[in-house]
């Protein structure tokens, strides 16, 4: 199976400021249809996930232009670019290739 | 609007099966894969397996094959999730997600606890 290594694993911000979490992905996740399956999950304490990016870089629907996603390959980066106090909760990436599924382990997102 | 209503909580004793059930309502039940994910307490997200309504065609994790089987109701717009011979570690929120390229849509959770 495709491992996904998330760092780092806690990340402490300030509000206002920018944010940064990376993905790394055990080998390519170019499909052979030649999108890149790769989305950021946002899950708030309490609450199930919800999706913010897919395919590496498209927000979905009613996600604030702050988060954005980039990236190729194996390696990934989601960046929120002034960090508010409802970004806290922990951040997941997640591939899909090959008809599976994996996630990474997860970053949580604290402000200091 | 799109959603999907996952049913109520269960307590389930070592050996035990569970049956989960998630209904979907506001959009076209076949045309969309639907997959299951866990979270055990305090843990990451865990892939368990995917059925696709229009035939019921299924893939699930090595890790739980033959204990977990997904079926579909398209009468109904429900698929359910059963996992058998159940064990402490499979203690967690398992939540049922719509793919549309991407886990766009996930139910609330049902919290499933095993203990003798």
């Known amino acids: 199976d495709i491992v996904m290594t998330q760092t780092p694993l806690s990340l402490p911000v300030t509000l206002g400021q920018p944010a940064s979490i990376s993905c790394r992905s055990s080998?390519?996740?170019?499909?052979?249809?030649?999108?890149?399956?790769l989305s950021w999950l946002q899950q708030r304490p309490g609450q199930p996930p919800r999706l913010l990016i897919y395919?590496?870089?498209n927000r979905f629907s009613g996600v604030p232009d702050r988060f954005s996603g980039s990236g190729a390959g194996t390696d990934f980066t989601l960046k929120i670019s002034r960090v508010e106090a409802e970004d806290v909760g922990v951040y997941y990436c997640?591939?899909?290739?090959?008809?599976?599924?994996?996630f990474g382990q997860g970053t949580k997102v604290e402000i200091k | 609007q799109v959603q999907l209503v996952q049913s109520g909580a269960e307590v389930k004793k070592p050996g035990a099966s569970v049956k989960l059930s998630c209904k979907a309502s506001g959009y076209t039940f076949t045309s969309y894969y639907m997959h299951w994910v866990r979270q055990a307490p305090g843990q990451g997200l865990e892939w368990m397996g995917m059925i696709y309504p229009n035939g019921g065609s299924t893939s699930y994790a090595q890790k739980l094959q033959g204990r977990v089987t997904m079926t579909r109701d398209t009468s109904t717009s429900t698929i359910y999730m059963e996992l058998s011979s159940l064990r402490s570690e499979d203690t967690a929120l398992y939540y049922c997600?719509?793919?549309?390229?991407?886990?766009?849509?996930w139910g609330q959770g049902t919290m499933v606890t095993v203990s003798s």
């Open positions: 080998q390519s996740l170019v499909h052979s249809d030649g999108n890149t399956y």
């Open positions: 395919k590496i870089s």
């Open positions: 997600v719509r793919d549309n390229s991407a886990f766009d849509i």
């Open positions: 997640m591939q899909a290739t090959q008809l599976t599924w994996t």
